[in-house]
């Protein structure tokens, strides 16, 4: 039925004009029709919506309890020196060889456990968590999605659903594994950031771990290795997508030294 209501909504949608609002994070005017508790409404449906799906196919979510309570701690932490830090954050692990962390709007952050596999996972210590987790609140509170959306409306509406997942899994042979399926699942629910929302969240993101007491040099180390992989296909969106991972390293490395003087302000904070 929720289906029906954001039906609804995209036949309104169109008639009403597009309404400036004030970014949360840059204070500028920007396009974004939805309005906070749009977000988070949103956000909690693609959220259910992407556990009821991927336990279907057989994923634990949030099954590692003492990982859990080191993720809460972590979007605690990082959220409380961001800009929006009152919205109602939820992190769901889902256990599963997929390299990645997604964000919903409103304060939905999804963590693979792939993501930091011994082997095939990218991230290494609790500091690159950090990088990534940071990155993924960034999009929540540069509101990406819902800006996006209001771009791209009304095409990414009709697409909603997760019965347009089950289809295309079927039509169109998407069921080669899971990662893939989810992919194409999630492509279809939320937009792609564009490349200008991708660098935004990285620069915001960074000060964000900075500021919470994480080490800001390892979201450089993220990237560097990400590019040092190339096109390994386990790495996929976050990772892959992105046209050039190290030129994201090169231009997280010119705000170091911003982010080193928050971190050591708060190093001493965290060290009380
Ligand atoms: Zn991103």
């Keep these: 039925m929720k289906w029906a209501r954001a039906f609804l909504l995209l036949l309104c949608l169109p008639l009403l004009p597009a309404?400036?609002?004030?970014?949360?994070?840059?204070?500028?005017?920007?396009?974004?029709?939805y309005l906070i508790q749009d977000d988070i409404q949103i956000g909690r449906e693609v959220m259910a919506d992407a556990v009821v799906t991927m336990r279907k196919d057989g994923v634990a979510i949030n099954r590692d309890a003492a990982q859990v309570a080191k993720l809460r701690t972590m979007v605690q932490r990082i959220t409380s020196v961001s800009h929006l830090p009152d919205l109602p954050y939820e992190v769901t692990l889902f256990e599963t060889?997929?390299?990645?962390?997604?964000?919903?709007p409103g304060g939905q952050v999804g963590v693979f456990t792939g993501l930091y596999h011994p082997e095939m996972g990218l991230v290494k210590d609790d500091d690159e968590l950090a990088?990534?987790?940071?990155?993924?609140?960034?999009?929540?509170?540069?509101?990406?999605?819902?800006?996006?959306?209001?771009?791209?409306?009304?095409?990414?509406?009709v697409m909603l659903g997760a019965s347009i997942y089950a289809?295309?899994?079927?039509?169109?042979?998407?069921?080669?594994g899971l990662g893939v399926g989810f992919l194409a699942y999630q492509g279809l629910l939320l937009p792609k950031f564009s490349r200008?929302?991708?660098?935004?969240?990285?620069?915001?993101?960074?000060?964000?771990?900075a500021k919470a007491g994480y080490d800001p040099n390892a979201a450089i180390r993220i990237w560097e290795r990400a590019a040092?992989?190339?096109?390994?296909?386990?790495?996929?969106?976050?990772?892959?997508?992105?046209?050039?991972?190290?030129?994201?390293?090169?231009?997280?490395?010119?705000m170091?030294?911003?982010?080193?003087?928050?971190?050591?302000?708060?190093?001493?904070?965290y060290s009380n």
């Design 167 to 176: 289809e295309a899994k079927g039509k169109e042979n998407l069921a080669l």
């Design 256 to 269: 170091l030294p911003q982010a080193m003087e928050e971190y050591e302000r708060a190093r001493l904070r």
């Design 196 to 209: 200008a929302d991708e660098a935004e969240a990285d620069a915001v993101g960074l000060m964000y771990m």
């Design 19 to 33: 309404c400036s609002t004030v970014d949360p994070v840059t204070g500028k005017s920007v396009n974004n029709m």
């Design 131 to 157: 990088a990534v987790i940071g990155h993924e609140i960034a999009h929540v509170t540069c509101r990406h999605t819902t800006e996006s959306l209001t771009k791209q409306m009304p095409l990414q509406w």
């Design 97 to 104: 060889n997929i390299v990645n962390a997604f964000a919903a």
């Design 228 to 254: 040092s992989r190339g096109n390994d296909s386990r790495l996929t969106a976050m990772f892959s997508s992105h046209p050039t991972d190290a030129n994201r390293a090169k231009a997280l490395k010119k």
